[in-house]
Structure formats: structure tokens, C-alpha cells
């Protein structure tokens, strides 16, 4: 992992995951993928961006997806986000569809989410790199492992955090939060925003507004939400 980049303050908390076994099995594993001529996404500067722009200190909501996309020019290190110049994926669509309802918020015309990272939301996906062309080519690799510490790292700090999870998979993860965190957090629930099951009840979830009102509740600034135009 020589091109890792990571917020300082992350540290502490994963360092001795980068010296378990599995973790050195993936960065085998990675390195075989790349020696074959396997293209993958996102390049490996921006495997841990999501780390990176968002600080352990400064995490106040947490997005959680699966894979990244792994479509040319599409996956930059954050879940759901699309770099410059990339039209937004139907999943993020659909985000932006429910960020409308919820909170009036036109649609940006780009996929860029760095603007809720620097705020303090933390878009993690559970495995951070994929095969071109190929969803799902890097699970079970021991990324879910590396992640759930991630997760592990920020249930444990005192301040209530919200947990945004959307989809069965995401969803598996709110009795560990809740468990780690005594309670403490805001979990907040509905099915994927993908076309495939948006109508099924994420659209009318309202997750913008209500990790906004938890925040409010807990003392803390609300996110802004509306993504600024990019220049």
C-alpha cells in the first residue's frame, strides 16, 4: 500500500490493521491484479480519498455503499461520487431526485460529492477498489474487514454521529453500530436508491432532513447539502 493517503488522524485507530495478514494478502492480491494488466478502479492514489478529505474528528454523518463504479472515469475514493465531467450514475440520480423532495435542492448538474466530505461526511464504500468493467470483482478480498474497522473507529467516538445505510448490505451493519455505539448514534434506514428499488421506499426516506434534525438535536451544525456548481 505505498501509494496510501490518508488523514493523519486516521491513523491511530488502523494502523494495525495495515500489519494483519489480510491486509497484506489484499496488497498482494492488488499487486497481482495490476501485474496482469487488470485496470482498476479508483486509481490507487485515491483508494482511501474518502479518509483523506474527511478527518476521524470531523465525521458527522456517514454514507456507506458497497463497490465502487467501475466505469471509465467514474470512481474517485468516495461512495456515490463521480469525478468532473462524468454524468451522475442513476443511483446518484435518484439521490439527487430525494434531496430535491426533501429539501428543495435542485439537482447540482455534476456528481461531485467532495463538498459533503469536507463537511464531515464520511462516503465510505465497504470495498474500496473493483475491476474495470466488472462489479463486484474485489469482494471477499478483505476490504469488508479493513472498512468495518473503519466503521469501528468512528462508533467509538463520543460524539453522536448519524449512519446513513441504504440497501440490504449497508443495513447489516446497523446492529453493529448500534451496539458499538451504546446508542448514542442516529441510524437511518430505507432501501437503495438504485432504479431497481428506489420506488420501494427510498424515495420519501427523507435522510437529508433527518440527519440534519439529529444534528441539530445533538448541538451540531447541519450539513449543507446542496452541492455548489463547479467552476
Known sequence: ????????????????????????????????????????????????????????????????????????????????????????????????????????????????????????VLLLNSVLTVRMGQAASHQGRGWERFTDAVIRAVAAKPEPVVFILWGAYAQKKAGFVREMGGGRHGVITSVHPSPLSARGGFFGSKPFSRANAFLVEHGQKPIDWALPPLL
Open 1 to 120: 500500500m505505498s501509494d496510501i493517503r490518508l488523514h493523519e488522524s486516521w491513523l491511530a485507530p488502523l494502523r494495525p490493521e495495515f500489519d494483519e495478514p489480510y491486509m497484506k494478502a489484499l496488497k498482494t492480491f492488488l499487486a497481482q491484479e495490476r501485474a496482469a494488466g487488470q485496470r482498476i478502479f479508483p486509481r490507487p492514489t485515491e483508494w482511501f480519498r474518502a479518509l483523506d478529505l474527511t478527518p476521524l474528528d470531523q465525521v458527522r454523518v456517514v454514507i456507506l455503499g458497497q463497490d465502487p463504479y467501475h466505469g471509465e472515469g467514474q470512481a474517485h475514493g468516495l461512495a456515490f461520487s463521480v469525478q468532473p465531467g462524468v454524468r451522475p450514475p442513476p443511483s446518484l440520480v435518484n439521490i439527487y431526485k430525494e434531496m430535491a423532495d426533501d429539501l428543495g435542492i435542485a439537482p447540482p448538474g455534476h456528481g461531485l460529492l467532495d463538498h459533503w466530505a469536507r463537511q464531515g
